[in-house]
């Protein structure tokens, strides 16, 4: 008879697996992180991850869709009238300092990655696609609304601004003592004014 799996059980179990898995291949990247080393961090046998997760590229896709899942609850939770800016930047806005921003480093992981390995590549595009999805219906409805420069491509648009915003969490890494509100003002007042239709 088989064992009956408890679902939120087992959901937690998975979770648990891919925040060891953050951390590991935030120390490690994600060539050098293994499976022992996730196993390890997470207190657990391989053959017991493997129940959850049948591959390291499986955890790692997982945390891509997760991260989009992420952003689509942030861009979701505005009404109709936010301004066009915030809703763009409602990620870095849900933030309470640059710690927060850290689950975003692995992205940079995944860029490293994805130049060397066909399989990241793939997940890294699809799930950039997704969130320029999302990017460009919120600046499309900003032109509609009189508040985005109606000459801006709104796809073309979205690429530059998933830049922007990715490369946001590698302030504090690249200069140190960054004051984390006076930065995310800064990137708002940039992005805003980058957006705004000519006079």
């Given at each position: 008879?088989?064992?009956?799996i ?8 998975r ?13 490690h ?5 293994s499976?022992?080393m ?8 391989p053959g017991?991850l ?6 390291k590229?499986a955890?790692?896709e ?7 899942a ?11 009238e ?18 927060d ?8 992981e ?25 990017l460009?219906?919120?600046?499309a409805?900003?032109q ?8 801006l ?30 930065s995310r003002?800064?990137?708002t ?11």
């Open positions: 008879m088989a064992r009956k408890d679902p939120e059980q087992h959901e937690g179990k979770q648990e697996i891919l925040a060891a898995a953050h951390l590991c291949f935030l120390r990247g994600l060539q050098g992180a499976i022992s996730i196993c390890k961090e997470a207190g657990m046998s017991h493997y129940h959850y997760f049948p591959s590229e955890i790692i997982q945390m891509a869709d997760d991260y989009l992420a952003l689509h609850g942030h861009f979701g939770g505005h009404g109709k936010t301004p066009t800016a915030t809703v763009l930047l409602s990620e870095l806005w849900s933030m309470s300092g640059w710690d921003l850290s689950h975003c480093r692995i992205l940079f995944l860029l490293a990655e994805a130049g060397r390995n066909p399989r990241i590549h793939a997940i890294l595009r699809d799930n950039t696609d997704g969130i320029r999805d999302l460009t219906a919120t600046l409805t900003g509609a609304r009189g508040e985005v420069d109606p000459s491509d709104p796809r073309h648009t979205s690429a530059v601004l998933v830049a922007v915003l990715d490369a946001a969490p590698m302030l504090p890494l690249m200069t140190e003592g960054l004051d984390f509100e006076e003002k800064l990137i007042t940039m992005v805003s004014r980058f957006l705004r239709p000519q006079s």
